[in-house]
């Protein structure tokens, strides 16, 4: 398995408009070979950000390439700058492959 990970600092104040763009918009993963499940999570409040991760499953690292490589990643991702205000920074990406 593939743990794929990317860490947003959120603006504070927008955390609830940040949920909302994540609870409406389109994945585009449930027909995507190789994928298993989805998280959005919400970590610690710091002094001038939230901090969520985006947090999704694959049954293998070549999977989730292939995903990102995807006409299905393109549109998942084609609204991607339009939020610029709710960020502080680009995401962090982390891929961590399962050992246990």
């Avoid at 959120?10 to 940040?18: Q, R």
């Avoid at 499940?37 to 049954?59: C, M, P, Q, R, T």
């Avoid at 990406?93 to 050992?99: D, K, P």
Wanted: glycine share 6%.
């Amino acid at each position: 398995m593939f743990i794929a990970m990317n860490r947003f600092k959120i603006v504070i104040g927008k955390e609830d408009e940040f949920e909302k763009v994540w609870r409406e918009r389109d994945t585009y993963l449930s027909d995507v070979p190789g994928f298993k499940e989805f998280h959005l999570v919400k970590g610690a409040k710091e002094d001038n950000f939230s901090l969520y991760a985006s947090h999704s499953i694959w049954y293998s690292k070549n999977d989730f390439l292939n995903w990102t490589k995807s006409e299905s990643f393109r549109l998942a991702h084609k609204n991607a700058g339009q939020h610029k205000e709710l960020y502080l920074g680009n995401p962090q990406f982390e891929g961590f492959e399962v050992v246990l």
